[in-house]
């Protein structure tokens, strides 16, 4: 999947890095390297946190860290007992073209999707936190 529109449009030098919870963060890194094409730093300092970084050079991209919670609860969005922790949007010029590949990564389609007019649709990455795919 290739993303073509950021919100914040900042290096990834910049500190503007998610950080996501999760039961395994080397897990959940590889998932979203995978799915985005990006690549994965490990900290040989914190084996609870890896960063998942754009390819070397490229402008414009912030950063995801996955960080291991031990006592991790997944979301249970879009209501339940457990509220929604973080919602990234990723901007592709086609969610049909896209998707497949989001899917083969180990993502899942959520089966409430509140877009009337399909310019976003809803999935949730292996640990449970939901995501769009959004055509502007």
């Known amino acids: 999947m290739q993303v073509v529109a950021w919100c914040h449009g900042r290096d990834h030098r910049a500190a503007c890095v998610v950080a996501l919870d999760c039961p395994d963060a ?26 998942v970084l754009p390819p070397e050079g490229e402008p414009g991209a912030i950063a995801l860290a996955c960080q291991t ?3 991790f609860r997944a979301p249970t969005w879009p209501e339940g007992p457990v509220p929604t922790q973080v919602h990234l949007d990723f901007y592709v010029d086609s969610i049909a073209d896209s998707e ?16 009337p007019d399909g310019r976003f649709v809803v999935s949730l990455d ?6 769009c795919l959004c055509e502007e």
């Open 26 to 51: 080397r897990e959940l890194a590889e998932f979203y390297a995978a799915m985005l094409g990006w690549r994965i730093r490990d900290d040989a300092e914190y084996s609870d946190w890896v960063d």
């Open 69 to 71: 919670v031990p006592d």
């Open 100 to 115: 497949p590949a989001v899917l083969a990564a180990g993502a899942r389609r959520h089966e409430h999707q509140p877009s």
């Open 126 to 131: 292996p640990v449970g936190h939901p995501f």
